[in-house]
């Protein structure tokens, strides 16, 4: 029967260096330089990687005692759903000890016995693999997350560590909700990017629009314009042609009674805004427009991403006003 682990399988994608040593360009400890990384900041996969670098340098050079207290305690380490994990390093999850795992402090020094992931990947065969014969590198799982429960990918860094003399695996991970085949509707919405205004929100609730049109193509266009996950106040979708004109929006606001789809034309300065995201497959945009919300123009910041769907490239956007 498979069983799932709480935090690490290992499939790699990347790996450096062959040492359990710190690495070379954190030696100096001016790289990880006290709160310079933070658990609460992690955003992107080479924090995760930093993330972990300054983990590891602070595991030796503050010794296992005081590592386990600072992993499970300090909000420099911990800010769920980021933590750093640490096992012994050993072949078979029967045989690997938990020594530092913050979710359920219960947890440590058990044994997680067999644990084969939803992808058929024996965890522990390959983490064993990977840090005796690479030292370090990315693995990408699906495990249960730990504020939500749901099952959910997650991409994490993992380096070799001396704990006490024992061989062992630090790491930790970033789950990432708009993958595709994530997305979940109760999570990334356009009320939790109106509640929580910012880049990261922006681009989730983007990304996760654009994979919902390619998947459906054009029968996506009701739902993307009429369901309430996609519109929240002055949170809306849009959808821009190869010329960056507007082919549909989930804003249905008028001006002097003429729709938005033929007003729109100029919104952005007659800017070229399909060739660069064409190029870059996605793109950040600043300008001015009507808040459905307040009735006033305000500066706005949108994020879009290209899609093709039935043999045309769309642009798939929304974005949220500044005060």
Excluded at 91 to 113: A, H, K, L, M, N
Excluded at 213 to 225: C, I, P, S, T, V
Excluded at 242 to 266: D, K
Excluded at 277 to 306: C, H, I, M, W
């Amino acid at each position: 029967m498979k069983r799932l682990l709480p935090h690490s399988v290992i499939v790699t994608a990347c790996a450096l260096g062959v040492s359990l040593a710190p690495p070379a360009s954190l030696a100096n400890g001016t790289a990880c330089a006290e709160k310079s990384v933070v658990a609460g900041a992690v955003r992107t996969l080479d924090d995760i990687r930093a993330f972990v670098k300054c983990a590891h340098e602070y595991a030796m050079e503050n010794g296992t005692a005081e590592t386990r207290r600072a992993f499970n305690e300090d909000a420099r380490w911990k800010s769920l759903p980021i933590y750093v994990f640490v096992d012994e390093l050993k072949p078979t999850g029967e045989e690997s000890q938990v020594f530092v795992y913050p979710p359920d402090r219960s947890r440590e020094g058990q044994f997680w016995g067999p644990l084969i992931d939803v992808y058929g990947n024996d965890y522990y065969r390959e983490s064993d693999r990977i840090v005796r014969g690479r030292g370090e590198g990315w693995i990408y799982y699906s495990v249960p997350h730990p504020v939500t429960g749901r099952e959910a990918p997650k991409s994490s860094y993992i380096m070799g560590l001396d704990w006490d003399g024992t061989p062992a695996v630090i790491g930790a991970g970033l789950y990432m909700r708009d993958l595709p085949g994530t997305c979940n509707p109760d999570e990334v919405t356009a009320a939790a990017l109106e509640a929580e205004p910012g880049a990261e929100r922006l681009q989730e609730l983007v990304r996760c629009a654009a994979y919902r049109f390619e998947e459906a193509g054009y029968f996506a266009a009701f739902e993307l314009q009429n369901n309430p996950r996609w519109r929240s106040g002055s949170i809306y979708l849009f959808v821009l042609n190869s010329r960056g004109m507007q082919y549909f929006s989930s804003n249905p606001v008028t001006i002097n009674g003429v729709a938005v789809e033929e007003w729109n034309s100029n919104l952005f300065m007659e800017r070229d805004v399909a060739s660069p995201a064409a190029a870059f497959g996605e793109s950040t945009l600043y300008y001015d427009a009507l808040n459905p919300a307040s009735g006033s123009v305000q500066r706005k910041v949108a994020f879009v991403k290209r899609v093709m769907v039935g043999g045309e490239a769309l642009l798939v956007g929304s974005g949220y006003y500044l005060p």
